[in-house]
């Protein structure tokens, strides 16, 4: 075996490497630059998934506490109207005892129950029929009798509770009425059906066309 081309191969060898190392690294380095760049575009794509996806989440689950707040608020309100309303039929029955003539002042009032009105409406005509009673309180000079200023006592803490309930069914609708208004969640609020309520005084955050309940 001749010992000088093995000796001028690896001569070779050893003067060639570095060429060849210096050209794979650089191989490599421009291999991991263009993965590198794909893969921060796949990473920054994937975080803004991530925060669309919190967002949308955060979003619904907000606009379904403020439901769910909603209605235990009309739920306060619908007992407190059918106590009222309960009251106000005892208070007028024992009123008719005192009455001279057979005339039913209340007869509108006593059907209530059984018709399709709106909880705003219903409010109204308590109220109207509540105003009704204290006047022929007066005019009967029924101002003193103990039972029916007890119920009276009784319908001023239900009247108590129905303001705390109106300002908090108010409050909680405003909340999801600005988040439904609003761009994006606006689009959120669309896709799983929530809409624009009215406030129970029976406007719109930005109706100035609809009246105030008239007593």
């Given amino acids: 075996m001749e010992i000088a081309p093995v000796f001028q ?3 070779k060898f050893i003067l060639f490497y570095p060429k060849l190392f210096k050209k794979t690294q650089k191989i490599v380095i421009i291999f ?3 993965n590198m760049l ?3 575009i796949f990473l920054i794509i994937v975080i803004i998934i991530c925060l669309i996806g919190i967002y949308y989440a955060v979003s619904f689950n907000t606009l379904n506490d403020l439901k769910t707040k909603i209605h235990e608020a009309e739920s306060i309100i619908d007992e407190s109207l059918r106590n009222k309303y309960d009251i106000l039929m005892r208070v007028s029955n ?3 005892k ?3 003539n057979n005339k039913n002042y209340f007869k509108e009032y006593e059907k209530l129950k059984d018709t399709n009105m709106t909880n705003f409406d219903m409010d109204r005509k308590l109220n109207e029929g509540y105003t009704l009673i ?3 309180m007066d005019d009967l000079k029924l101002n003193n009798d103990e039972e ?4 009276i006592e009784t319908i001023k803490r239900i009247d108590e509770k129905l303001t705390a309930a109106k300002n908090y069914y108010n409050k909680n609708t405003s909340e999801e009425n600005a988040i439904v208004r609003k761009f994006p969640t606006n689009i959120i609020a669309k896709i799983h059906g929530f809409k624009i309520k009215l406030f129970f005084d029976g406007k719109d955050m930005d109706d100035e066309i609809i009246d105030d309940f008239k007593m």
């Fill in 9 to 11: 191969t690896f001569t």
């Fill in 32 to 34: 991991m630059v263009k």
């Fill in 38 to 40: 794909w893969l921060s």
């Fill in 134 to 136: 204290l006047k022929m």
């Fill in 94 to 96: 024992h009123l008719k």
């Fill in 148 to 151: 029916i200023n007890s119920e």
């Fill in 98 to 100: 005192h009455m001279d």
